[in-house]
């Protein structure tokens, strides 16, 4: 076989093994796996913890920044270590974080509290805050509806994606199950990696069986014989917990094998078509889409990809049947992890009927600290809003006029006082370090949107901010994938909603 033609799936394991992209670890992997050296030198020199330098990486997604990152940051600098910053570290609810050199993540400067989950009520379908609320066999019982019968209770459940996109479940199971080609794959993306979000990794930490039982029965309905987890590099902890459940797993899989990947320390792989070049040992590039991964997905080949919370409902639909599941939604079917941090005296993620308010939210977080300025409904890609919209459902159909989404439900509350300029400026600059580059409007937009709010806090003149809105267009029009068409939404909602904070622009 050419070096070129060499599998090189095996590559990005094998630099993490030996530590990282140095001169002789791109050649011992180049010899073990066949590939050609620049490719693995390429491929490899994409992700942040794949460099061979030790450090600790400080949060700075934007509720560290808020809990103060940067004194955290000089802290351990002080402290003679070697510090990095990272885009979210998903302990938002422990902020500041911090991931150390073996490692191990550190909150609020000590070590991670467990996170909190609430409430307990066997009713839910995922219940993180109680016991195993699902009994019995739920393969068992996705066999005896039949796979139409699977697919007809997934549709009438009305989930939909958790991941952000909110894609239909149904609609891309009986997509995989209806293509031509015999080889089909299961792909979870556990990459969890959207500022304010840090549902998977309790779920993972949790209910990893439930995953797996989601997993059993996929693999089942749409014919696949293997499955992946691809988990970001960050959550150890989650990884040892999902391990030995797949060691313990017996029936529930139903005879799939799984596999565990890991993440290198790159934001956009939880794209999925940027996921899948990662599982394939690529660099972290999104894919023009069409096709789809249900189409051509994981090595070409029809691939369903699900959102850990996604997948842990499926055997609460299989058991339950899709009318229970979507009973307790208020305005859309069902219920959602709600990850909430910042200003509120709880942070943490609370499993509550689709379509809450935030006012609701903030009460079971234990209420308000002070009175908040501003919240992101969703994730760092979902904007801000004003406090008075904190009486509007949090779901698609009611943020959308508002400029906003519910995202993948990380919802961040800004303490009075934010300068929401400066609060826009971190979320752009989280977009500038993690747009992969490929395409222009999106590698030279972040940058230049970051750049003209730099300017702008400054001088403090709002002729600074003169091309953004002829930027943002470009990036939202231009783009290849949703980095790029999100990366506007934090300026644009604040152009919007607070025009003062940036000069009356
Ligand atoms: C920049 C970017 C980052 C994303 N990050 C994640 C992520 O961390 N986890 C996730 O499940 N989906 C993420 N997504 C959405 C995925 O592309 C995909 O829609 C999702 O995994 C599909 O699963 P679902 O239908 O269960 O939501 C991201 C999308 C974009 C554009
Ligand atoms: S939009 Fe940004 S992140 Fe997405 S493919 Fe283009 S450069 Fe990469």
């Known amino acids: 076989m050419l070096p070129k033609q060499a599998d090189r799936s095996a590559v990005l394991a094998a630099l993490a093994r030996r530590g990282g992209v140095s001169r002789d670890n791109v050649v011992a992997v180049s010899r073990e796996t066949g590939v050609p050296e620049a490719t693995v030198y390429g491929a490899g020199s994409f992700y942040g913890l794949l460099d061979p330098e030790p450090a600790v990486r400080v949060c700075v997604g934007l509720s560290c920044e808020l809990a103060g990152a940067g004194a955290l940051r000089r802290s351990l600098e002080a402290a003679g270590h070697r510090v990095v910053e990272a885009g979210c570290l998903a302990r938002c609810d422990g902020a500041p974080a ?27 379908p995922i219940n993180l805050g109680g016991v195993d609320a699902v009994d019995g066999d739920p393969l068992a019982a996705a066999r005896a509806l039949g796979r139409e019968g699977l697919f ?6 009305g989930l939909r994606g958790r991941g952000g996109a909110g894609f239909p479940a149904a609609t891309k199971w009986r997509s995989v199950a209806s293509q031509d080609d015999p080889v089909r794959y299961i792909v979870i993306n556990a990459d969890e990696g959207e500022p304010g979000t840090f549902k998977d990794r309790e779920i993972l930490l949790r209910r990893p069986h439930r995953v797996l039982q989601g997993i059993g029965i996929a693999a089942w309905a749409v014919g696949a014989e293997q499955a992946w987890i691809y988990l970001r590099g960050e959550m150890m902890d989650a990884w040892a917990a999902l391990e030995a459940a797949i060691n313990e797993a017996g029936p529930e899989l139903g005879g799939v094998e799984v596999r565990l990947v890991a993440g290198h320390g790159a934001y956009i792989c939880g794209e999925e078509t940027a996921l899948l070049e990662s599982i394939e040992g690529k660099r972290g590039m999104p894919r023009l889409k069409p096709p789809f991964p249900t189409q051509s997905g994981l090595f070409g080949r029809p691939t369903l990809m699900h959102n850990v919370e996604t997948i842990a409902t499926v055997p609460f639909i299989a058991q339950r049947g899709g009318a229970s599941f979507a009973r307790p939604g208020l305005t859309e079917p069902g219920t959602r992890l709600y990850c909430i941090s910042g200003a509120v005296v709880s942070p943490g993620v609370y499993e509550l009927p689709c379509g809450v308010t935030l006012n609701r939210l903030i009460e079971v ?25 904190a009486d509007v459902p949090l779901d698609h159909a009611s943020l959308r006029p508002l400029g906003a989404s519910p995202g993948s439900m990380g919802v961040v509350v800004l303490p009075g006082g934010t300068d929401l300029s400066v609060a826009a400026r971190v979320q752009l600059a989280f977009f500038e370090d993690e747009s992969c580059g490929q395409c222009a409007p999106c590698r030279l937009g972040t940058q230049a949107l970051r750049q003209a709010m730099d300017r702008f806090l ?12 002829a930027v943002a267009w470009e990036m939202e029009e231009g783009s290849i994938c949703g980095l790029g068409t999100a990366a506007p939404a934090p300026l644009r909602s604040v152009l919007r909603y607070w025009p003062e904070a940036l000069g009356g622009r």
């Open 458 to 469: 400054t001088t403090g003149d709002a002729a600074s901010l003169a091309h953004v809105d």
């Open 365 to 389: 977080a234990g209420g308000a600290i002070g009175a908040p300025e501003a919240f992101v409904p969703g994730g760092a890609a979902t904007g801000f809003l004003p406090m008075t919209y």
């Open 98 to 124: 911090a991931m150390m050199e073996d490692r191990t993540i550190r909150c609020g400067g000590g070590a991670p509290a467990p996170g909190r989950v609430l409430p307990d009520d066997p009713t839910l």
């Open 152 to 157: 007809d209770a997934l549709q009438a459940s």
